[in-house]
């Protein structure tokens, strides 16, 4: 058996740890073998901005602009982790139609 990423995989374990008991967050377990695995699972994180009171709108132009700025391959892999991260912490900036005002989607409820 091999130990490469070995010291990784226990690091990852701690911070579900943190995460689950600290912060009260749903560990779903290693989808690496599941059908259809993303970065993005968009059905849930439409599912968590529902819940936060968006409108649908909303939810799917900043969906849009997420998936955008992770699949953007004209980017370097740095540029486009920028990006991601950029979206999680300072959130999706949106116009529900043309001609409103920009509304912030969080993507994360800091709270």
Request: with cysteine; proline share 1%; net charge neutral.
């Amino acid at each position: 058996m091999s130990n490469v990423g070995q010291i990784e995989k226990l690091t990852q374990a701690r911070v579900v740890k943190l995460f689950c008991e600290s912060l009260g967050y749903e560990y779903l377990g290693n989808w690496i073998d599941r059908t259809g695995n993303r970065n993005i699972e968009s059905d849930l994180l439409r599912s968590f901005l529902n819940k936060q009171g968006y409108e649908e709108n909303l939810i799917s132009r900043a969906l849009h602009l997420f998936d955008k700025a992770a699949g953007d391959t004209s980017k370097s892999l740095f540029d486009r982790n920028k990006a991601v991260y950029e979206l999680l912490r300072y959130g999706v900036k949106v116009k529900p139609e043309v001609g409103e005002n920009t509304q912030t989607v969080w993507l994360i409820d800091w709270k």
